[in-house]
């Protein structure tokens, strides 16, 4: 009866759903070691009691901000636990986006019991002050997407945390990090970062396709099963995710096409299931203007699409037979190579195609891999059949 229940947790593709979560924090970030290293020596006078760091984190969407700086705080608490009490305070601006808002946050993390109503900024620091009295106690507040805090209150409540030790004998209480995409943070408050002191502010870069091949195997690894995403399947997520350079995406490409591919009832990933879900993301780039490119690049096209709808990518010299092969269903004569290569590069430049050289060929010839990242083949092959009659009757 219930049978179209049956695949739900049945695990063909997915062995643990919960490596795909937004909050899930890998033990190891890939490709991050230098960015990490920066971060480290910012903070590296925290083992000593009266230490305290200062960080502003900034970077594009999805360029692992928000996961390095949680990594991180989990990390330092585990390294110094011997030596010293260190608490993290991650307080996302987004959802509190004032200064009593950041402060409740920061004072009901450290004590939930704490009344949370009627209080003040003034009021919430010197409660946060009792608090952080304790011997050798040690609190890092971590301010994600402070643009929001800035845009909204000012940054009056971040220079309050930065003074928590003033008129006072002990100092080193307080840690801050704050965390913001690049443009918003660099328009909005030079200031602030020149508070926070400028050698403490990092600048990630997006991810680049081997960043990003490189983070989404880490996720096959800790999330499927073994031997259900062939490394072409990676390749292709890589592709699709570059011109974004967010690691976000490519991890959300591929558990999308790994509940595809068990959807279907199959056990292994295939290209149709990662192009279906890069089709469905609201970052998509469909705007492709199929309708504009030439008609020989039409037909060269068309032979690609057909055989990409059973493989991930093609040779530039299968292509060129495919090619061929088109041209004689048409009746029409084939371009030269030259104009055969001319064509697809077009069709690269314009994020139609893909295109790779071989890795075992990297030096000899010029043998490249063409694929299909963003868009279906049997869609863009259907589009393409119904162009190609008037596009050469003109
Ligand atoms: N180096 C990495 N290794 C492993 N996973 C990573 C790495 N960088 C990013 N990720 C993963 O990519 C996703 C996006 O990262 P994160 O949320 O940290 O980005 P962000 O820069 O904070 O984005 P936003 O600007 O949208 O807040 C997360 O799932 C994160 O775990
Ligand atoms: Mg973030």
Known sequence: MSSYLDRIGAGLVLANPEVFGFDYIPEDLVGRDEIQGQLASIFSSIAHPEGTGRAVVTGPVGSGKTVLVKRFCIDIERHLAEKRNIKTVHVNCRNAATA?????????????????????????????????KGQNSHLIVVLDEVDHLLRQSGDDVIYKLMRIDEDRDKAGTLSLILISQEQVLDLLEGAVISRMGRTNHIRIPPYDEQGLLKIVSQRRDLGLVTGT???????????????????????????????????????????????????????????????????????????????????????????????????????????????????????????????????SEVGRGRTQHISMPHMLPSDVARRLETLIPTRLRR
């Open 229 to 359: 995403c062939p490394d072409e399947i990676l390749d292709l997520i890589s592709q699709a995710a570059a011109p974004s350079g967010d690691a976000r995406q490519s991890i959300e490409l591929l558990e999308g096409a790994a509940k595809r591919a068990e959807a279907s009832g199959r056990s292994s990933i295939e290209s149709k299931d990662v192009q279906k879900t890069v089709v469905t993301m609201p970052t998509n780039v469909d705007s492709m203007a199929l309708e504009e490119i030439p008609p020989h690049a039409m037909l060269i096209l068309l032979g690609i699409c057909r055989r990409l709808k059973r493989q991930e990518n093609v040779t530039t010299g299968e292509a060129e037979k495919l090619y061929n092969v088109v041209c004689e269903e048409y009746d029409q004569d084939p371009k030269g190579y030259t104009t055969f290569w001319k064509h697809i590069k077009r069709l690269a430049q314009e994020d139609i195609v893909v295109t790779r050289t071989a890795k």
């Open 100 to 132: 009593s808002r950041v402060m409740q946050k920061i004072v009901q993390d450290l004590d939930p019991g704490h009344p949370d109503r009627g209080l003040g900024v003034g009021e919430l620091l010197t409660s946060l002050r009792r608090m952080m």
